[in-house]
Structures are given as structure tokens and as C-alpha cells.
Nanobody, 123 residues
Framework: QVQLVESGGGLVQAGGSLRLSCAAS??????YAWFRQAPGKDREFVAT????????NYADSVKGRFTLSRDNAKNTLYLQMNSLKPEDTAVYYC??????????????????WGQGTQVTVSS
């Protein structure tokens, strides 16, 4: 059974940090990503990593504040979120894809999704 399980969300003050984890089991994916969805808004791309070479891509809104890392042995992707802002408040979803196109910023390219973890940043 293929699963993506997120953890690490919570409530933090503006300027604070959180680290999200995404543990994959069942199958290995070619590309992993984080998306987020705020109330009343569409799901938006946050960051992606190609597993074969570790190449990364970030949304402009999080560049310089969010950083991806991974633990190959645990098949786990991490999202370190620093200098958090109230506008970062959303449910964060981990996603896995068997594709590794040049641009993997579209939700429709992902095959499996986690259940989501809530991140709330207070002002």
C-alpha cells in the first residue's frame, strides 16, 4: 500500500519556524513535492525535489525562507520553514509523482497525496 504521511504542523508566531516531514512507504517516487491550500483558495505549489539527483524548485513566495532536505534511508522528505508569515497559514500536503519532468509545479502531475497537516502562523 502506497502512503505518504505528513507530520510537523502546528501553531507558530510570525517569524518562527516549523519543520514538516513526509514519510513515503509502499513505492518510491521520482519526484516529491509540497503544496498548500488556504481556506477559500486553490491548492498552490510550494516546493519540489527530484529524488534521483536532489534538484529542487521553490515557489517565489517561499524562496529564501523554506528549504527542502531528505533522508534517503528513511525515504522521508522534509520542509524547513523559517521566517514564517501569516500568509503561510494553510494545510500543507505532501505529494509523490512517478514523473520527473522539467517543471513539476502542477498538482495534476502527482499520483499520491498525504492527508495534509495544518500550519497556522499568528501575527
Amino acid at each position: 500500500q502506497v502512503q505518504l504521511v505528513e507530520s510537523g504542523g502546528g501553531l507558530v508566531q510570525a517569524g518562527g519556524s516549523l519543520r514538516l516531514s513526509c514519510a513515503a512507504s509502499g513505492r518510491a517516487f521520482s519526484t516529491y513535492a509540497w503544496f498548500r491550500q488556504a481556506p477559500g483558495k486553490d491548492r498552490e505549489f510550494v516546493a519540489t525535489m527530484r529524488w534521483s539527483d536532489g534538484s529542487e524548485n521553490y515557489a517565489d513566495s517561499v524562496k529564501g525562507r523554506f528549504t527542502l532536505s531528505r533522508d534517503n534511508a528513511k525515504n522521508t522528505l522534509y520542509l524547513q520553514m523559517n521566517s514564517l508569515k501569516p500568509e503561510d497559514t494553510a494545510v500543507y500536503y505532501c505529494a509523490g509523482s512517478f514523473r520527473q519532468f522539467y517543471s513539476m509545479t502542477y498538482a495534476s502531475l502527482y499520483d499520491y497525496w498525504g492527508q495534509g497537516t495544518q500550519v497556522t502562523v499568528s501575527s
